[in-house]
């Protein structure tokens, strides 16, 4: 069974500070996808990042950026210089192919992240 | 950007009403989804469609039901609500290849009472 961890439950910066939210999973799968996603205090969930399992490039977009490591199953998230506007939980997700086509995530608890002034 | 949307986005309700949370986009995706996060925790899957006429279950057993009778609509009813599913629910859609990315809608918060 596919699973995610994400062993921050929350973490509390200033702003202006850099800050990583640590994701590792366990898949059997060879093909797979890896998600971020945001949901602030309102509700909704907001895609950040999709990443598929062949493409170990770290993406940088902004004050965003995301390492994929294979050989430790690990996707973690980095905000550089992070902004009150940034408090909100992440959720790290993997994706795994359901029988007739599509996908299904299956989630990490989140991360819920705190930038104070 | 995405163009998914849910009604209502918050709703209170005495137990034993029957309800319907709505769930419509405008992206023509095949594929929707049903997630129900209580507070603080993470999404489980209830239900998903792989388009008209399909639905399924998904890993967390649910009491509500879904149907699809059109591409952009994935209803979500409860016939008899009760304080337990009380939560929030998100509804979610994507293209139909595998590991396609999920667009969610804003959610609905449901307090049965």
């Known amino acids: ?117 | 950007e995405a163009d998914i949307y849910q009604t209502p986005r918050y709703l209170v309700i005495g137990t034993g009403k029957k309800i319907t949370l709505e769930c419509s986009q405008t992206m023509g995706h095949d594929k929707m989804y049903w997630y129900q996060q209580d507070p603080g925790m993470e999404l489980h899957l209830i239900h998903y469609s792989y388009g008209v006429n399909s639905t399924e279950k998904g890993d967390l057993s649910s009491e509500s039901t879904v149907s699809r009778i059109r591409t952009e609509h994935f209803p979500l009813t409860l016939e008899s609500a009760r304080p337990s599913h009380t939560s929030q629910y998100l509804c979610a859609s994507s293209e139909y290849s595998p590991g396609e990315t999920q667009y969610f809608g804003p959610g609905t918060r449901l307090l049965v009472l």
């Open chain 1, 1 to 117: 069974a596919q699973k995610v961890t994400q062993a921050q439950t929350e973490i509390s910066v200033v702003e202006k500070e850099d800050v990583t939210l640590d994701c590792v999973y366990e898949t059997r799968d060879t093909t797979y996808y890896l998600f971020w996603y945001k949901q602030p205090p309102s509700g909704e969930l907001v895609f950040l990042i999709r990443r598929n399992s062949f493409d170990e490039q770290n993406e940088i977009s902004g004050r965003y950026s995301w390492n994929f490591q294979k050989s430790t199953s690990s996707f973690n998230f980095t905000i550089t210089a992070s902004q009150v506007v940034d408090s909100a939980v992440y959720f790290c997700a993997l994706s795994e192919i359901l029988t007739g086509g599509g996908n299904k995530l299956t989630f990490g608890t989140g991360t819920q992240l705190k930038v104070e002034l």
